[in-house]
């Protein structure tokens, strides 16, 4: 069984430090490496990988309580400073909202942190869900798309930028199509903590791109929007 935070945020909710005994291996993913979650996952890290969401949004409209760019790369030295390995680390720019003003964030992001140390760099696109719409208007702010995907031309618009990364990082696409498509649960991350004889057969439950293992189970049980508050 392969562990992950997608019910919130494992950097505000260490809930997740109770489960590690009921699986092989741990996705933590969160947008706030805070003091008690960095003390936790080095104490852990022989069995755990983690995504740093980082969007560039941090402290905007967008994401009203989440740190900025800058505090969480802080953040992320101080994890790797205190032991922490960092080829176990993912930087995830997720979600990106390809337009202008987002592709601009999301690469001054990619910059920031090229000199952690960090190689593996993740990405995916806003999916415009109806509550994510509902959320855009009520806090009135204008729809980047009407679209569930953005137009296809934006998405080429801000992939021929990430170009420019390739070789800096190892890039990776979450629920993707194109090349780089991988899942965020993979055999990568087993053979990176040196544990075998897991079985990453999907059969693609939550959607047709999604290639995450069938043996996969959620580490927090949070059903409502996180503290972040992000839109």
Same mark, same amino acid.
């Given at each position: 069984? #392969?562990?992950?935070?997608?019910? %919130?945020?494992?950097?505000?909710?260490?809930?997740? *430090?109770?489960?590690?005994?009921?699986?092989?291996? *741990?996705?933590?993913?969160?947008?706030?490496?805070?003091?008690?979650?960095?003390?936790?996952?080095?104490?852990?890290?022989?069995?755990?990988?983690?995504?740093?969401?980082?969007?560039?949004? %941090?402290?905007?409209?967008?994401?009203?309580?989440?740190?900025?760019?800058?505090?969480?790369?802080? *953040?992320?030295?101080?994890?790797?400073?205190?032991?922490?390995?960092?080829?176990? =680390?993912? =930087?995830?720019?997720?979600?990106? #909202? &390809?337009? &202008?003003?987002?592709?601009? =964030?999301?690469? %001054?992001?990619?910059?920031?942190?090229?000199?952690?140390?960090?190689?593996?760099?993740?990405?995916?696109?806003?999916?415009?869900?109806?509550?994510?719409?509902?959320?855009?208007?009520?806090?009135?702010?204008?729809? &980047?798309?009407?679209?569930?995907?953005? &137009?296809?031309?934006?998405?080429?618009?801000?992939?021929?930028?990430?170009?420019?990364?390739?070789?800096?990082?190892?890039?990776?696409?979450? *629920?993707? #199509?194109?090349?780089?498509?991988?899942?965020?649960?993979?055999?990568?991350?087993?053979?990176?903590?040196?544990?075998?004889? #897991?079985?990453?057969?999907?059969?693609?439950?939550?959607?047709?791109?999604?290639?995450?293992?069938?043996?996969?189970?959620? =580490?927090?049980?949070?059903?409502?929007? +996180?503290?972040?508050? +992000?839109?």
């Amino acid at each position: 069984m #392969i562990g992950v935070t997608e019910r %919130g945020d494992a950097g505000l909710d260490m809930s997740w *430090a109770n489960l590690l005994d009921k699986v092989d291996f *741990a996705v933590l993913i969160t947008k706030n490496p805070t003091k008690g979650f960095i003390e936790r996952a080095v104490i852990h890290k022989d069995k755990v990988i983690i995504h740093i969401t980082c969007t560039g949004y %941090g402290g905007t409209n967008i994401e009203p309580a989440v740190p900025t760019k800058e505090k969480v790369k802080d *953040a992320v030295d101080n994890l790797i400073a205190s032991g922490f390995p960092v080829e176990q =680390l993912v =930087l995830r720019v997720e979600p990106v #909202i &390809p337009t &202008p003003m987002g592709i601009e =964030l999301a690469l %001054g992001v990619m910059g920031l942190f090229k000199d952690t140390g960090i190689t593996r760099l993740r990405y995916s696109y806003l999916d415009m869900y109806s509550h994510v719409k509902d959320r855009f208007k009520k806090n009135k702010i204008s729809l &980047p798309y009407d679209t569930f995907y953005p &137009p296809m031309h934006l998405q080429k618009e801000f992939e021929k930028h990430v170009e420019d990364y390739r070789g800096i990082y190892d890039i990776e696409v979450c *629920a993707g #199509i194109n090349k780089d498509s991988r899942p965020c649960l993979s055999k990568k991350d087993s053979d990176i903590l040196g544990i075998t004889g #897991i079985d990453f057969t999907s059969s693609h439950k939550q959607r047709k791109t999604c290639g995450c293992p069938d043996i996969k189970m959620d =580490l927090l049980s949070n059903k409502t929007q +996180c503290p972040h508050r +992000c839109i």
